[in-house]
């Protein structure tokens, strides 16, 4: 596995914007996307906050072709199909999703043959609309106001369209991608909460480099924005219930008064490309290439697994393994995007682990938690942080980091984006089921 490969084309989906410029824009700024939540009424709740994507028109990213199929879209579905066809885009790439006549003319070649181009996109447990299950429910009611199984078989599932359950299966992320793009080759979803973006993208990674691919679409896309979806989010015990009149502080990763997270839409899609092809396409300005890539399962047998091992050792696991694999020692780290989700266990194990393999050099280096800014995109959220990494090594500018004003021990606080020399980056995210993932990118040479 000796072909490199390079970041080509972001992106990101978030409450800062779509695509990259609003983005980056955002997170240099230091601007907070977290709010009162407007999808639905949030007054039952402890936490009434979050972070929605901006209002969109789905048919705007999908060829005329395909626009059938967004009836059978869930929200998470077009969050990936918009992720994906910026990324598209950035990347300069001609597929059936980007060309205006959606492939049909005769004279079209796409950048890739379609057998040699992936797909690899995360994903969550996708909830069901409630006016469609209320209008199937109230069939299957009893006489007394209970439910009949009976009768929902019978009567209530009549409510619902035929295809209705296509509209929330994981694997449908990466389906209506590949269909839109024409991606024939390897393809594959995983389903590992807020470490499902980056295991993507290293998936996507490993079959570059087996030569399997040229070219994939990876990361992953989430929305928490769905009373069912917030209300598993509640029932965690990881959302700030205390800070519904201040949503700009609300999320306070690694800070000393942290009090829990903030559940947001989101995600991002990344294209990575075999550099070889790449440079024979004529490709130009590529983000960042990753070089290094780790994984690891935390076991906490006290918390059954829903909360990190406090010592961080599942972290030192995988960020030594990307390290090792990038060739590169902990001096060399000029910049870190972590997971920092604001709740004061999950922090500061990933601060114990991040010492374990930086040292006295953590409190030099940026660490940015992009979760201050645009919530826990669940499994979304690392594709937002390998796209800004990726734009930061290109840009040679670290993001701004915001709410740490009493940082834990070792970190640096809050602070402004400033240009600096850039030439790694470590991303890291953890799964709350106990995945950990991280990877290197390293910028490309000028």
Avoid at 107 to 123: E, L, N
Wanted: glycine share 16%.
């Amino acid at each position: 596995m000796t072909r490199s490969v390079v970041v080509s084309g972001v992106g990101p989906v978030s409450g800062l914007g779509l695509g990259m410029d609003p983005t980056w824009e955002g997170v240099c700024a230091g601007r907070c996307a977290v709010g009162r939540i407007q999808g639905f009424d949030p007054s039952g709740f402890g936490c009434q906050l979050g972070v929605e994507v901006e209002p969109y028109k789905i048919g705007k990213f999908v060829p005329k072709s395909h626009r059938k199929a967004t009836k059978v879209m869930a929200r998470d579905i077009e969050l990936a199909v918009i992720a994906a066809d910026y990324a598209a885009r950035d990347a300069g790439l001609l597929t059936h999703g980007t060309d205006p006549d959606g492939g049909k003319n005769g004279d079209f070649k796409p950048t890739y043959d379609p057998a040699r181009v992936g797909c690899h996109i995360g994903a969550g447990l996708i909830a069901a609309e409630l006016d469609e299950l209320t209008g199937a429910l109230v069939e299957a009611r009893t006489d007394d106001g209970g439910f009949d199984i009976h009768k929902w078989g019978s009567e209530g599932m009549q409510h619902l369209t035929p295809l209705w359950l296509l509209k929330y299966l994981p694997n449908m992320l990466a389906c209506h991608v590949t269909i839109i793009h024409d991606n024939r080759g390897p393809s594959n979803t995983i389903t590992c909460g807020e470490a499902s973006a980056m295991l993507s993208i290293g998936e996507s990674l490993r079959v570059i480099q087996r030569g399997k691919a040229d070219l994939c679409f990876c990361g992953g896309a989430e929305s928490k924005m769905n009373p069912m979806v917030f209300l598993r989010q509640q029932f965690t015990g990881r959302l700030n219930e205390t800070s519904n009149d201040d949503p700009a502080h609300a999320v306070r990763p690694f800070d000393r008064s942290a009090g829990g997270s903030v559940a947001g839409d989101g995600g991002g899609i990344v294209t990575l490309e075999a550099k070889e092809t790449f440079d024979t396409r004529g490709g130009e300005g590529a983000y960042a290439e990753l070089v290094g890539f780790g994984a690891s399962q935390s076991v906490h047998r006290q918390a059954r697994n829903m909360a990190p091992d406090p010592q961080g050792r599942a972290v030192v696991t995988s960020v030594t393994a990307a390290m090792r694999e990038a060739g590169i020692g902990a001096d060399q780290i000029d910049l870190v995007v972590g997971f920092g989700c604001g709740v004061p266990g999950w922090d500061a194990a990933e601060v114990n682990g991040l010492k374990a393999v930086l040292g006295e050099r953590l409190g030099g280096v940026p660490v940015v938690s992009l979760r201050a800014m645009v919530g826990n995109c669940g499994a979304g959220g690392g594709g937002v942080d390998v796209a800004v990494a990726a734009k930061a090594l290109r840009e040679r500018k670290v993001p701004a980091v915001i709410n740490r004003d009493t940082p834990i021990e070792g970190l640096g606080g809050s602070d402004e984006s400033k240009d600096a020399a850039l030439r790694y980056a470590l991303v890291f995210n953890m799964g709350s089921g106990g995945q950990h993932t991280a990877m290197v990118l390293k910028a490309m040479e000028r």
